[in-house]
């Protein structure tokens, strides 16, 4: 069975310091990773995704996750919180057993001024 | 590339009646997925289509689901008899899907909302 797991529901961070979104996951394959963003009254966006190149992944908005097959670990880091990163991140397994794909349950990202 | 559309973005129903949703995705996109998303939880995959063919479909997907895709463009999802713990947001995403490929980067539309009273 595959799964996933972000560790945190709510996470708040002040303007200008790093983020840092948890996400486990566990699959019986190789599986292909992607963490998508969710603005309010918006449709879901792809930040960035791993499909076992690199194990540091760069995406858009200056977020980047490193995949640690040790650890089933996918984190979703950025050094310098911005205002506009408050929203509903999501991590995401796929590719495992069949094209089923996975969300977990999300991360609310608050950003104080 | 104009994205993935839904229609309608709200739908407002009473307990009983059936609802009808349209997805459609960027056009050159073979692959199509439908997912619910209740309020708070990340969305859950209910099926998938390659070009017209259904190829996967949840548990989720009661037979009071179905979804249809008749030319490998635009698809459709109903459902009948709609009741209370229907009410989610129904999402749909597209995506351009390579033979042997297992995954690929999906886009997803707005959602369309359905309220069930």
């Known amino acids: 069975a595959q799964s996933v797991t972000q560790l945190d529901s709510h996470v708040s961070v002040s303007e200008g310091t790093p983020v840092l979104l948890r996400c486990n996951y566990s699959s019986s394959y190789s599986p292909s990773l992607f963490w998508y963003v969710q603005h309010p009254n918006k449709g879901l966006q792809l930040l960035l995704k791993?499909?076992?190149?690199?194990?540091l992944v760069k995406g858009i908005n200056g977020f980047e996750a490193e995949f640690k097959k040790s650890e089933t670990s996918f984190h979703l880091t950025k050094p310098s919180a911005h205002m506009s990163d408050a929203a509903e991140y999501f991590c995401?397994?796929?590719?495992?057993?069949?094209?089923?794909?996975?969300f977990g349950a999300g991360t609310r990202l608050f950003v104080k001024a | 590339d104009t994205g993935v559309s839904q229609d309608p973005r709200h739908k407002i129903t009473k307990r009983g009646q059936n609802v009808t949703f349209r997805c459609d995705p960027i056009s050159e996109h073979n692959r199509l997925y439908w997912y619910r998303q209740t309020l708070g939880q990340g969305p859950e995959f209910l099926t998938y289509?390659?070009?017209?063919?259904?190829?996967?479909k949840s548990r989720l997907l009661s037979d009071r689901f179905s979804a249809e895709r008749p030319k490998g463009s635009f698809s459709t999802l109903e459902i009948q008899r709609t009741e209370q713990g229907d009410s989610a947001m129904y999402l749909c995403a597209s995506s351009l899907g390579s033979a042997g490929a297992r995954t690929d980067t999906q886009y997803f539309g707005p959602g369309t909302r359905l309220t069930v009273l």
């Open positions: 289509f390659q070009n017209e063919a259904q190829l996967e």
């Open positions: 995401v397994v796929s590719g495992t057993g069949g094209f089923k794909t996975i």
């Open positions: 791993y499909t076992s190149a690199a194990t």
